[in-house]
């Protein structure tokens, strides 16, 4: 479902509509008080971001505990970087958000970085035929060599079901004593694993996997149905955006961004638009 800038004006004119749309996914159709039991209504405060009960006075507040609490930037701010967030395939960088919202560099990196916790991946276990492969995230130089060995750049270990979703983790480096424990976190026992020549991955069928691999080594990409093109064309999109937007992230807050891109591709195919969907993720986030 398309969900426009224009359809984001209409539902989102006033802080006072985007208030009220938190309050109401949070609380929902709350009518009786927690405080005195009794049947009420809660009110809008005037000049404040909660709600009270009619009777005792007992308030609520809906943006306690979520990526808005004690910010001071205005919630139709707030909504608009989610919506930029929700519409862009290559993320949204501080400085665009800072000329886009009006508001401080400094204001800008804090909203991005709080709503990008919003993306943090699920403990969903994959099945079916699973591709594994590692990467290497980093600037480039002259002494800066491709893939495995690259000094100055960060290895994120991925892995993804084939016509499903994907899972990427920043790690401090990629033996087989750091990758093996996540492949066991993350794929179920017996699935069918496919990865190129590298040698950790060797030791997959002792650990209860189908492996098949591709030997990139000697030009081997494709034999039938065995491949690694779905996590390596993850991997493009990923280093495209990072490169072309950001042009350089911080080891330090690479997962973050790893988690925001992997939350994109997840919901690729998704009816829901992904503003709705990372909205309910502020509200689930704040219980």
Known sequence: MKFTINDFYKRYPTDDVCLYKIFKARYGQVKICPQCQKETKFNRI????????????????PVAHTIFHKSETSLKNWFYALYLFSTSKNGVSAKELERQLGVTYKCAWRIAKQIRLLFEQNKDVLSGIVEVDESYVGGKGKNNKRGRGSEHKTPVFGMVERKGIVKAKVIGDTKRKTVMPIIRDHIQIGTQII?????????????????????????????????????????????????????????????????????????????EPLFSLLLSRVVQQSV
């Open 195 to 271: 990865s190129d020549e590298y040698l950790p991955y060797h030791s997959l069928p002792k650990e209860g996997y189908k492996h098949e691999m591709v030997n990139h080594g000697s030009k081997e990409y494709v034999r039938g149905n065995i491949y690694t093109n779905t996590i390596e064309g993850f991997w493009s999109q990923l280093k495209r955006s990072i490169h072309g937007t950001y042009h350089a992230v911080s080891p330090k807050y690479l997962q973050l961004y790893v988690d925001e891109f992997s939350y994109r591709y997840n919901h690729r195919s998704s009816f």
């Open 46 to 61: 005037k000049d404040r971001k909660c709600y009270c009960c009619q009777f005792c006075g007992f308030q609520l507040h």
